[in-house]
């Protein structure tokens, strides 16, 4: 089945190679990024050149998650265009690393308002449309620092990636009845094939992050510490191509967790045992029926 997919965070890394991955599957793809006609123009002109080599359905499109207006307007164009959307890939996001102490208050909500507020202004705009449908699967790019081990000095950017998972969790109970499926797809580290270490933030509070000078041999050496771990043929082209799979599945089937983590930081076999307790807990409240998709056969 061809899908209408939108893709928030498609101008790097695991947006921009899933959503030419899902292109290449045969489905009509929407990779967004903000600033299509500005800073990321030449992102758009690759994948619109790459679109018309390969006849395939790619199109770049404006959405900044930072603003709802953004984000109302790319889904009301999408639909103005294919009259529906049927997959919304979660992943626009930005690392930070530094001490804790020293990110300000405000720093923090920066991290938050992309990672978790900007997919929030995605739920906002799409699901109108997708409760109409009564169909449709919402995909979330989550991390396994939201469960496994992971290094210090990723502080905000841990934990807004585990309150963006929970509110996934939350969520999928909350549409559960419209017939919208949850999949939860929760990459490990890849230090390779994405800007996201080299393009990570750094607080502003130079004189603070100094005072943990100490620990110059940890925070400067994160990325090439997973580096270490990670096996040389680990490329985030897997979790492009987990995506595909669960996208071509037939609706009800999916997953509502896939891992793909080559370091083995221990989030899958917590995810495992998380997922039953889960499962289990909204059995025992009389919610076991908001654990599936009421799906249209």
């Known amino acids: ?25 045969g ?26 080599a390969r006849g395939i359905a790619l199109h770049p499109l404006e959405l900044d998650v930072l603003s709802q207006s953004s984000a109302d307007a790319a889904a009301a164009a999408i639909v103005r265009e294919q009259g529906r959307i049927d997959v919304v890939m979660q992943n626009a996001g930005h690392l930070v690393v530094g001490p804790a102490e020293a990110f300000t208050p405000e720093e923090m909500v920066k991290v938050f308002d992309t990672n978790l507020f900007g997919s ?22 989550s991390s396994t620092t939201t469960k496994g081990g992971f290094p210090p000095f990723m502080g905000p950017y841990g934990a807004a990636k585990a309150a963006m998972d929970s509110l996934a969790v939350t969520l999928a109970y909350e549409i559960a009845r419209f017939g919208i499926e949850t999949s939860i797809v929760v990459p490990g580290a890849f230090t390779q094939g994405t800007a996201h270490f080299p393009s990570a933030g750094k607080p502003a509070d130079a004189a603070t992050a100094a005072a943990y000078s100490r620990y110059d041999g940890v925070m400067d050496q994160i990325g090439a510490r997973l580096s270490s771990l990670t096996p040389p043929d680990a490329t985030p082209q897997a979790v492009a191509d987990e995506i595909v799979r669960i996208v071509g599945l037939p609706a009800g089937t999916r997953p509502m967790r896939s891992v793909i983590d080559f370091v083995g930081d221990g989030a899958r076999e917590v995810l495992e045992v998380s997922e039953r307790v889960r499962i289990a807990f909204a059995k025992r409240i009389g919610m076991g029926d908001l654990l ?6």
């Open 1 to 25: 089945m061809q899908n209408v997919i939108l893709v928030t965070g498609a101008g790097t890394g695991i947006g921009k190679l899933t959503a030419q991955a899902l292109a290449e599957a």
């Open 27 to 52: 489905h009509i793809v929407y990779a967004t990024m903000r600033d299509v006609a500005g800073r990321n123009k030449p992102r758009a002109d690759e994948l619109r050149a790459l679109a018309k």
């Open 292 to 297: 599936e998709a009421k799906v249209k056969r």
């Open 120 to 141: 929030q202004r995605v739920n906002r705009a799409v699901l109108p449309y997708l409760r109409q449908q009564e169909a449709g699967l919402m995909l979330w790019i």
